[in-house]
């Protein structure tokens, strides 16, 4: 199964971007990359995923690089309720199973 | 009632009693999971039921019995659990994959969780 590797832990300012880096070198073509993350006393919640090219959706960005070795998740302005654990995940086409990581833990400074 | 949702949302029992989880979703998913989260470790996948059917069994102990009635309804019943098994226990559902004209790849939507203290 193809693992992912987050930072633990990151800390932004409210109003700023915040890049979240993700590596994911033993990624296979037909892997997709999701990002979860999850609130405090909370179920993981969607943010955003993609195969090949960046996407862009109502709640973040991400950039996969050329190779998809790594991506990133971008956050344009961080606001107090994105505080929360960040989860990279990649899952093969067609199958059902995410390989959870440790995330990165987002703390937004006021 | 929205999204999905677990009940009970904590849960305290010995170690040779029985109980069961439940989790019902509203999003007229045909996909259903059951993960575990314990404390500083990673969520971990349990089961998987795709149009009522397991799909997926991620080598878990038999002392955790899963059940889906309908695409609706998903249990997971417990007995003879040990301490290391307290955790909160998350279900989530999603589109089925893999059927043909639907989608390769989608989001899945999670509950709020049990919080699950064996004694």
């Known amino acids: 199964d193809a693992k992912t590797t987050q930072p633990n832990s990151m800390e932004s300012n409210e109003e700023e971007p915040v890049h979240l880096p993700c590596n994911h070198s033993?990624?296979?073509?037909?892997?997709?990359i999701h990002w979860y993350r999850q609130l405090p006393s909370q179920g993981p919640e969607y943010v955003i995923h993609g195969l090949t090219s960046n996407v862009n959706n109502r709640m973040a960005s991400l950039a996969i690089a050329e190779d998809r070795k790594s991506s990133t998740l971008i956050l344009h302005r961080a606001t107090l309720r994105d505080a929360a654990v960040y989860y990279c995940?990649?899952?093969?086409?067609?199958?059902?199973?995410?390989?959870f990581g440790t995330g990165t833990r987002l703390k937004v400074l006021a | 009632e929205t999204g999905v949702t677990q009940t009970p949302r904590h849960l305290v029992m010995g170690m040779t009693n029985k109980k069961s989880l439940k989790c019902e979703q509203h999003?007229?998913?045909?996909?259903m999971y059951w993960y575990k989260q314990s404390a500083k470790k990673p969520l971990e996948l349990m089961f998987v039921?795709?149009?009522?059917?397991?799909?997926e069994n991620n080598s878990v102990p038999s002392r955790f019995s899963p059940e889906c009635p309908n695409s609706s309804h998903l249990f997971l019943h417990l007995h003879t659990l040990q301490p290391e098994d307290s955790a909160l226990y998350l279900c989530a559902s999603s589109q089925a994959l893999g059927l043909a004209g639907g989608p390769v790849d989608n989001e899945q939507f999670f509950g709020p969780g049990t919080r699950l203290t064996v004694l």
């Open positions: 033993t990624i296979s073509g037909t892997d997709y």
């Open positions: 995940i990649l899952r093969a086409s067609g199958t059902y199973k995410y390989i």
């Open positions: 999003l007229g998913h045909n996909a």
């Open positions: 039921y795709s149009l009522e059917e397991r799909v």
